[in-house]
């Protein structure tokens, strides 16, 4: 059974900094490009950044130099460490996999609410 869980949200002040988790089972994690995406309400989901399975990484222009996407292919995991974070920040985090074998291979895992408030 396929499953990625996401941990670590919550609610931080601006500037605060906060560290998500995305664990990986049921499907060979090393071969899959990763990532995280955001959805605040109203708004469609965005790409955040980017881990490829080769660890090239790739990020949004508003969380660039403030975030880092990193993974651990022992362990299946895939983080995201968020710095300096802003108000706009506040949306629901998804962790994603995606692969390219016959065909597109694409999981979500559930997502985990960050809120940025003071």
């Known amino acids: 059974q396929v499953q990625l869980v996401e941990s670590g949200g919550g609610l931080v002040q601006p500037g605060d900094s906060l560290g998500l988790s995305c664990a990986a089972s049921g499907f060979s994690f090393s071969l899959y490009h990763m990532s995280w995406h955001r959805q605040a309400p109203g708004n469609q989901r965005e790409l955040v950044a980017t881990?490829?399975?080769?660890?090239?990484?790739n990020y949004a222009d508003s969380v660039k130099g403030r975030f880092t996407i990193s993974r651990d292919n022992a362990k299946k995991t895939v983080y995201l460490q968020m710095n300096s974070l802003k108000p706009e920040d506040t949306a629901v985090y998804f962790c994603?996999?995606?692969?390219?074998?016959?065909?597109?291979?694409?999981?979500w895992g559930q997502g985990t609410q960050v809120t940025v408030s003071s």
């Open positions: 994603n996999a995606v692969a390219y074998f016959n065909t597109r291979i694409n999981y």
């Open positions: 881990v490829t399975k080769g660890g090239s990484t």
